[in-house]
């Protein structure tokens, strides 16, 4: 676990999964939002969107203020596989232009609920990446490999967010457009450091209310 969580901006905060419970609870918003939201992934009877790479990866979830999960990611670490260098290797030039050193990092299952209008939470998007800048700095990962709907991609780089395309957009399946990249934080814009002025770590009362929710029963 990193000191740099939870993680507070306005009504949401950012936790860090450390038990069954809130593993769980990811793997169902992540089935909500890429299967039955996005349409990204075939359904599962059990609901869930599960993988190998959760076994060695950082997983997270940021809750409203009525505990409810409306966003999620996942961070793996340079020494353990990549899904880019597998499941997604047809959106780069070559496996070789997959930088894989201790200043590297990938983020999967990134994903945030609907609102009622039908629309994504900015507040929780912002969220997301400042932990995920937050998760960079402490290990010192100054790239961030990435795969998003190419539309995504252009927005995140307007918002001052320091993203390079690593290969040509692809229709991957389900007729998404989707193109690989990364985030270089050393080169993050004055719009993204404006982003890291407002978040905060979350006051103790928050912080003891996540470790009343380590002790409730987990789920297998």
Not at 159 to 182: C, H, K, N, Y
């Amino acid at each position: 676990m990193f000191q740099d969580f939870p993680l507070q901006l306005g009504e949401y905060r950012l936790i860090q999964i450390d038990n069954a419970r809130d593993l769980r609870t990811q793997y169902e918003l992540r089935h909500q939002i890429f299967h039955d939201e996005l349409g990204w992934l075939p359904a599962r009877e059990d609901g869930l969107d599960d993988d190998r790479y959760d076994l060695w990866s950082d997983n997270f979830l940021v809750l409203d203020g009525a505990e409810r999960p409306v966003g999620c990611m996942r961070l793996t670490p340079s020494d353990e596989p990549f899904m880019l260098e597998h499941e997604f290797l047809c959106l780069m030039p070559s496996a070789r232009d997959i930088e894989k050193t201790a200043r590297t990092a990938e983020v999967t299952r990134m994903g945030v609920v609907r609102n009622a209008q039908g629309n994504r939470l900015p507040e929780v998007s912002k969220l997301l990446y400042i932990g995920m800048y937050c998760w960079a700095r402490q290990r010192g990962v100054e790239r961030t490999y990435f795969v998003t709907e190419y539309n995504y991609f252009l927005r995140a780089c307007q918002a001052g967010l320091p993203g390079t395309a690593a290969g040509e957009p692809r229709v991957m399946d389900g007729g998404v457009l989707s193109i690989a990249g990364f985030l270089d934080w050393p080169n993050m814009g004055e719009r993204f450091r404006r982003w890291l002025r407002h978040a905060r770590i979350a006051p103790d009362a928050l912080i003891m209310q996540s470790r009343e929710r380590d002790c409730l029963p987990t789920v297998s």
